[in-house]
């Protein structure tokens, strides 16, 4: 049976500029130091606003500290006259080891499609990143299809060109649940994540479907983490609001804490 490093990883959406960065990480570290968090057993990874990332960069190596990062979007376009955009070669160029496509925030306000994120998942991939897409369903796209019909969906669509055996991964993060201060339940979560592996093995087969990480997000916190980490199927969070706050955030990479045996 496959082995998955359980990631913890906090969105911090359109928040905190270079320097509150800096503090932030140096904190961060400091606090999950203190609290002798094994780096071997869960891998905790920040995704700062692009004006952020090269201080990031360079505090994370300077100091050796064991985080990871990425960046919140990505260009389908490797260079070129896409003003505003930035290329998975930049991101690589900055050391980042993640990027987040298609989160709803993308989908809604930007209006990105399904065969628009497939094309940033695959300059993603060209570059070297990995991926964590995005998919998740509206309350009105609940009642209509179910709970699982519309993230399967937004996964096969997204994962159009991808070759088998990618590394990716998926966060599965239900709409009327971000910042809702409702959170799914963990049965929920496992349900829908459960029916994402099983396209996953389909898509890119087995074997990568079975080490693929899938994420909740929606709502995360420390008091409710624990469950979510319990199921078969939920490897991790995507954190938003939660991953401003240090000691939440904090407490939350510390999850083995809660969740017992």
């Known amino acids: 049976m496959t082995t998955r490093t359980p990631f913890i990883a906090g969105n911090w959406k359109m928040n905190l500029d270079h320097l509150q960065s800096i503090a932030f990480v140096q904190k961060l570290a400091w606090s999950l130091k203190d ?11 920040i995704f700062p606003p692009f004006t952020d990332l090269r201080s990031v960069q360079t505090l994370i190596s300077a100091d050796k500290l064991p985080l990871k990062f990425g960046g919140q979007d990505v260009s389908a376009h490797d260079s070129g006259a896409y003003t505003g955009e930035i290329s998975g070669a930049f991101l690589k160029a900055l050391d980042c080891e993640y990027v987040i496509i298609g989160h709803s925030e993308r989908r809604t306000l930007h209006h990105e499609t399904d065969e628009k994120l497939a094309a940033k998942v695959a300059a993603a991939i060209t570059h070297g990143l990995v991926p964590v897409l995005c998919v998740g369903e509206t309350a009105e796209d609940l009642e209509k299809h ?12 997204a994962l159009a060109s991808v070759k088998t055996g990618a590394n990716i991964v998926v966060a599965y993060e239900p709409v009327w649940a971000i910042g809702s201060g409702q ?10 994540a459960a029916q994402l592996r099983a396209t996953l093995a389909e898509i890119i087969g087995e074997e990568a479907a079975s ?27 995507l954190v938003g609001g939660a991953s401003l706050d ?9 999850f083995q804490k809660h969740v017992g045996t």
């Open 35 to 45: 609290a002798k968090l094994d780096y071997g057993t869960v891998e905790v990874a």
């Open 146 to 157: 179910g709970p699982s019909a519309v993230p399967v969906a937004q996964l096969r669509g």
């Open 183 to 192: 959170a799914a339940t963990p049965a929920q979560a496992e349900q829908v």
């Open 211 to 237: 080490a693929t990480r899938i994420l909740y997000g929606g709502s995360v916190k420390a008091v409710n983490i624990a469950g979510f980490m319990r199921e078969a199927n939920v490897d991790g969070a």
């Open 246 to 254: 240090l000691a939440e955030f904090s407490s939350i990479a510390q």
